[in-house]
């Protein structure tokens, strides 16, 4: 489906404000199979909502800042993929490591109720912790790759918000006159 047609079906859900994406990148050149084409039309209408582009310039400049928003999460996901606990472990270790937590928190049920030893963070799998560090270890070259680029990720949209800005800061002072000097 193309950009335009999920933007009207977003547009028809009330999601999307704005406006005429006509001569920008279809996302289908971009996003990889486990990203969204309507949750980047959203996330668009969105921006151009909220950032008034006022002309083709702009519009793409406000694209580019999209864009860099995909890559940004894009690249948190693939960080969070990397050090996932299970990339520490083979499947047997896996199963192994869930039967003994699912035996010993069913025994320990009645302890743990009256005291909780673990320190983890809210929702968090302190058991988790050995594991993401092994993934760590594992795949470090890896993740430093990755880690760069979501530094790169996050310094394109900075620049290209910026670059906007200034776009926007011109075009509104162009319409201001010139002041004129009486002597």
Not at 20 to 27: A, C, N, S, V
Not at 44 to 57: H, K, R, S, T, V
Request: charged share 30%.
């Amino acid at each position: 489906m193309h950009l335009k047609a999920k933007v009207a079906g977003a547009r028809m859900q009330g999601k999307i404000q704005s406006t005429d994406f006509g001569g920008l990148t279809p996302p289908e050149q971009f996003l990889l199979h486990d990203e969204s084409a309507v949750n980047y039309a959203e996330r668009l209408g969105e921006l151009m909502a909220d950032l008034a582009p006022a002309n083709y310039i702009e519009r793409r400049q406000v694209e580019l800042i999209a864009q860099a928003d995909v890559d940004v999460d894009r690249q948190r996901r693939i960080i969070a993929e990397c050090l996932h606990p299970s990339a520490a472990v083979s499947h047997p270790q896996r199963a192994i490591i869930d039967w003994r937590r699912a035996h010993v928190d069913a025994s320990d049920e009645a302890s743990a109720n009256r005291e909780d030893r673990r320190t983890a963070p809210p929702e968090g799998d302190p058991y988790a912790t050995k594991a993401i560090a092994q993934a760590y270890a594992n795949q470090h070259s890896a993740l430093e790759l990755h880690y760069k680029a979501l530094a790169d990720a996050e310094k394109r949209r900075r620049i290209s918000i910026e670059f906007l800005y200034s776009m926007q800061d011109r075009r509104a002072r162009a319409k201001i006159p010139d002041a004129e000097v009486i002597e």
